[in-house]
């Protein structure tokens, strides 16, 4: 684990203890470079992650669902699929750490693939925003390319 401040590898750790949870490890470090301190959760990822679906249906996060959605919204698009795959590996690896609950919504779950999408490729995300969103008329649509535009001028 590297330390958050310098970068360096190596830190000792201080102390460990049982979080809050009960499912999970926290370790107080000290970085041996540059002597700052940082916590660490260490948990297991035998447990499953649920996806909570809008009419409250629970089911098992199974990656192959959120590929095969940026895969439609890619189409055509040159976006690599292994670049897509990645995506997905990190979007799960952010839920499972982000939630200690266990359970994720399907809205969390849009919301990052569209963070996601829109670095990759923006017809890629309007595409998959306009399915998400359910745009309902074409001026949602407009709307949703303006944002974009102008978050791009912001930049
Ligand atoms: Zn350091």
Sequence with gaps: MRCPFCGCSDSKVLETRLADDGYSVRRRRECTECQNRFTTYEKTD????????????????????????????????????????????????????????????????????????????????????SVYREFKDINTFIKEIERLLKGKEEL
């Excluded at 089911?59 to 890619?74: N, P, S, V």
């Design 46 to 129: 035998d447990l499953p992650l649920l996806v909570v679906k809008k009419d409250g249906r629970r089911e098992q996060f199974k990656q192959y669902k959120i590929l095969d959605g940026m895969i439609k919204a890619c189409e055509k698009r040159a976006v690599p699929l292994d670049e897509l795959e990645k995506t997905v590996a990190e979007i799960e690896k952010k839920l499972k750490n982000d939630s200690l609950k266990r359970e994720v919504s399907t809205t969390e779950i849009g919301e990052l693939v569209m963070e996601h999408l829109k670095g990759l490729d923006e017809v890629a995300y309007v595409r998959f925003a």
